[in-house]
């Protein structure tokens, strides 16, 4: 670790968090349906949109419905998607002559990018056609990440509204997720992406003859484009096999910098839009500085562990101290132009949010390193999270944090003046048992299966981490991969995509089945003996509720695992 790899760290926090309160506040009156200065121009566009699909925007939904027609739209979208990808040989758009997607692997992914995963079991530029690619990939990218907004938009309903019964309209909220926020600001990072020297074209594949003599195909196509939303909404899937470590997604210093910016940007900015459409600022402080205090650690354990080094490589004699590109540094996987703290700062966001993509092959990490990102995500990626997912996904906590105040005061739990009740605590301990359940389950099956077993690139404890961080990722809804399994078989495509829709419709049901309780009650007003839910105490206790309810469920798995390994490797013992 040096001075400079501190700076790059802390200038992302700030430039992130710079970011997120006004984009915050401007996400907030799109939802409260304030006009502004958008609605001028965009407003005539929307209610095109709703008169094509025959939407009315003034008639709300119960939370049942609302629910059912989310549930409708991503299936719809799925199965579009598995389409496309059967018969994409015979779609325009095609110049490398890609043959149609096998049913597995198709499955798999329309799964993986319909519930905001972006797995990839394949390589992109030897796989997919550009028709795929933008009509497949990129739609999905805007479409599974307005789903996850417009949930936490219901939810947050929940809250404001005195005894109703409706939570809004899915489709208007999804409309407008899309057409306001991530529409604009994909178009403008796009602009930035293509400025810096990332492709935007239908060209066919380059051939080139490399200085040996070597022929080599060079892949482009409309690579920024897929590139910007699949930042921005918290979707991971890279166009290339490589994802963001290759150079046409990520050609320079900058872009690296607001990729990672752009990964927590809106999820970032949607907790100071709770604070603001709850009318308490303080409530979405309290929530980012939760957030925030465990992105920071688990990027500092991780930078710490990699700058440091494989002990095999220090115990011969070689200086790790110089600087982040020392030889005794862990630089193997590394995005070796930026270096070990991008590295480490990109592994950390992309699994404090559900973005999975990667700069580096977290399956290169040191073991403690590796459990980093491992362990962001078992925390039910509640870090920022995806955009909207991740802070729906808080709020779960916040009520079992709040039930436990409850316990220490004698007092009947509250949250923003609502009451948690049994209904409300046990719905919200379904989603959090519905994460581990998923996890251990499917993982404990392919670690005794033979079609589990014959995945794995080593046996030990780095074959149970990499099989533990599939279906961590397919559950989370994150999308990233060790690397070394080798997931394109029948086994890995049907249960991974068993795993994802489980981490993502079993959990935004049980969600929505809050908000629906939430909302028929009437707001009590605070009283002495209201615990305050906005201060350094809560702050804490949140955290701990956190990391301990991760921590019991995981650990035993965590120290077969990468804890094991990081002790075997101390003692001279390689996988």
């Known amino acids: 670790m040096n001075a400079a790899g501190i700076l790059q760290i802390v200038l992302f ?64 979208g799925l199965l579009v998607l598995y389409a496309v990808m059967r018969v994409q040989a015979v779609l325009p758009l095609n110049p490398a002559g890609e043959a149609a997607v096998a049913p597995d692997l198709a499955w798999n992914t329309a799964v993986s990018f319909a519930t905001n995963t972006n797995w990839q079991n394949y390589g992109g530029e030897n796989t997919l056609s550009y028709l795929t690619q933008m009509l497949g990939m990129t739609v999905h990218n805007f479409t599974s990440a307005a789903t996850g907004m417009a949930v936490l938009v219901a939810l947050v309903r929940a809250f404001v509204r005195r005894q109703g019964r409706t939570l809004g309209n899915f489709y208007v909220d999804a409309v407008r997720s899309i057409l306001y926020i991530l529409l604009p600001l994909s178009v403008a990072f796009t602009l930035l992406l293509v400025w810096q020297g990332v492709p935007q074209n239908f060209d066919a594949y380059t051939q080139a003859v490399t200085l040996e003599g070597a022929r080599q195909v060079i892949a482009q196509g409309p690579v ?162 995806g955009v909207g997912s991740g802070l729906h996904g808080m709020i779960v906590f916040v009520i079992v944090t709040v039930f436990i105040a409850g316990l220490m005061v004698g007092r009947t739990p509250e949250y923003l003046g609502k009451k948690m009740e049994a209904k409300e605590v046990k719905l919200a301990v379904l989603c959090i048992l519905l994460f581990p359940l998923a996890i251990l389950g499917f993982g404990a099956a392919a670690m005794v299966l033979p079609a589990g077993l014959a995945g794995m690139a080593v046996k030990g404890p780095h074959g149970l981490s990499e099989v533990l961080y599939a279906y961590t990722s397919a559950t989370g809804n994150n999308g990233s991969a060790f690397a070394g399994l080798s997931g394109n078989t029948l086994w890995y495509n049907v249960t991974l995509g068993a795993a994802m829709l489980i981490g993502r419709f079993l959990v935004i049901i049980p969600t929505l089945a809050i908000a629906g309780s939430l909302v028929a009650k009437k707001i009590v007003p605070p009283s002495a003996g209201t615990f305050p839910t906005h201060g350094p105490l809560f702050v804490g206790l949140l955290i701990a509720v956190i990391v301990v309810i991760g921590g019991l469920t995981f650990f035993p798995v965590l120290a077969l695992g990468p804890i094991v390994e990081h002790y075997l490797l101390a003692a001279g013992t390689l996988f």
């Open 13 to 76: 926090c700030a430039v992130l968090t710079a970011g997120a309160i006004p984009l915050g506040a401007y996400m907030a009156r799109v939802y409260s349906g304030q006009r502004f200065w958008a609605s001028a121009i965009l407003g005539p566009v929307e209610r095109v949109l709703y008169r094509l699909c025959r939407i009315d925007p003034a008639q709300e939904q119960h939370w049942t419905a609302y629910a059912f027609a989310c549930l409708m739209f991503s299936v719809a």
């Open 224 to 385: 920024a484009s897929q590139e910007a939303i699949k930042m921005l909404g918290t979707n991971g899937g890279g166009f290339f096999n490589a994802n963001s470590a290759h150079p046409f997604e990520n050609p320079t210093a900058l872009t690296d910098l607001l990729e990672m910016v752009a990964i927590l940007l809106i999820s970032a900015g949607l907790v100071f839009s709770f604070g603001r459409m709850v009318g308490d600022r303080r409530q979405g402080r309290a929530l980012f500085v939760a957030m925030g205090l465990m992105l920071v650690v688990g990027i500092g354990i991780a930078y710490w562990q990699e700058a440091a080094g494989n002990p095999l490589i220090q115990a011969m004699g070689v200086d790790v101290a110089a600087s982040d590109h020392a030889p005794g540094g862990n630089m193997e996987g590394k995005e070796v132009r930026f270096g070990i703290a991008n590295s480490a700062a990109w592994a950390a966001a992309t699994t404090a949010a559900s973005n999975g993509s990667v700069n580096s092959m977290h399956d290169s990490f040191m073991p403690i390193g590796g459990l980093v990102p491992m362990f962001n995500i078992m925390l039910s990626e509640v870090i920022f999270g």
